[in-house]
Antibody
């Protein structure tokens, strides 16, 4: 089964760029049943979908973040990445990378079936 | 403010059944059978427990079931057990803007 692991700095200064890496194991990032996504959870709050990327490079971004957000993928390393620019305290959250299933056999579907353990990120000077 | 509306809390005694609602619109819950539910225990990552309204992943107890009527989806936990105490989140595809949205979460307490 898939395993996902986030990595990256736990502390980012305001106005700087938040960068996270997700390493996928137990399966290939080129599996055409999946997008690869990011979801965050601010302290004491609910879940917020940030965006998802297909291994071909196609992306879906949360509208409120799209001007600051870039997602990318490295198929050779089985990794995908998140970059969020011009961060503020409002971006402080636990960031989860997820496998975002969109196909099951011949059927369309959408759900987040495997989650990383989460990477806490604090935006503070 | 979350796109989908869930009650902030729910509770029940061991052995009882509890149902958690998730209300959206015709652009998300009502328009597509792509509602999923996630269980999150304190300090842990969420775990998928229901997909495509009523599908159950391998390993998820049959006590967990999902349904939908109109713009409202529901998660029912039957035969409540102490280990079911957790936060539960619904999610849906939103066809208006190709987004995926979540509810605000429901804290389930087993009395």
């Amino acid at each position: 089964q898939l395993q996902l692991q986030e990595s990256g700095p736990g502390l980012v200064k305001p106005s700087e760029t938040l960068s996270l890496t997700c390493t996928v194991s137990g399966g290939s990032i080129t599996n055409n049943n999946y997008y690869w996504g990011w979801i965050r959870q601010a302290p004491g709050k609910g879940l917020e979908w940030i965006g998802s990327i297909h291994f071909s490079g196609g992306t879906y971004y949360q509208s409120s973040l799209k001007n600051r957000l870039t997602e990318s993928v490295d198929t050779a390393k089985n990794q995908f990445f998140l970059k969020l620019t011009s961060v503020t305290a409002a971006d402080t959250a636990v960031y989860y990378c997820v496998s975002h299933r969109f196909r099951d056999g011949n059927f369309e579907t959408y759900y987040f079936d495997y989650w990383g353990q989460g990477a806490p990120v604090t935006v503070s000077s | 403010q979350s796109a989908l509306t869930q009650p902030p809390s729910a509770s029940g005694s061991p052995g009882q059944s509890v149902t958690i609602s998730c209300t959206g619109s015709s652009g998300d819950v009502g328009g597509y059978n792509y509602v999923s539910w996630y269980q999150q225990r304190p300090g842990k990552a969420p775990k998928l427990i229901i997909f495509d309204v009523s599908g159950r992943p391998s390993g998820v107890p049959v006590r967990f079931s999902g349904s939908k009527s109109g713009n409202t989806a529901s998660l029912t936990v039957s035969g409540l057990q102490a280990e079911d105490e957790a936060d539960y989140y619904c999610s849906s595809y939103s066809g208006i803007d190709n987004h995926w949205v979540f509810g605000g979460g429901t804290k389930l307490t087993v009395l």
